[in-house]
Nanobody
């Protein structure tokens, strides 16, 4: 079955950086686009970044363009989200996701941005 396991969240000061990882299993990873979403308290889950099956095509939410970078390692079945210049409004639970017949989600990793 599809499994997505996120890691790398934590507490960071404004202006700091974090790198999230998502280890995938249960499907042929290299054949699927991957996405990162986030959900802050009281807000809807929103798409943060997407990456195609290779590292050639990426899309970002306007709010993170120029600060976040999505990438993948198909040999390790892992997708990453490098987050730089973090702001308080970036605080949320971050989810890795794939659409493989259905939309699958990881359990999420908490990112807290606070001084």
């Amino acid at each position: 079955q599809v499994q997505l396991v996120e890691s790398g969240g934590g507490l960071v000061q404004p202006g700091g950086s974090l790198r999230l990882s998502c280890a995938a299993s249960g499907f042929i990873f290299r054949l699927y686009a991957m996405s990162w979403y986030r959900q802050a308290p009281g807000k809807e889950r929103e798409l943060v970044a997407q990456i195609s099956t290779t590292n050639t095509n990426t899309n970002y939410a306007d709010s993170v363009k120029g600060r976040f970078t999505i990438s993948r390692d198909n040999a390790k079945n892992t997708v990453f989200l490098q987050m730089n210049s973090l702001k308080s409004e970036d605080a949320a639970v971050y989810y890795c996701s794939v659409f493989s017949g259905n939309r699958f989600w990881g359990q999420g990793t908490q990112v807290t941005v606070s001084s």
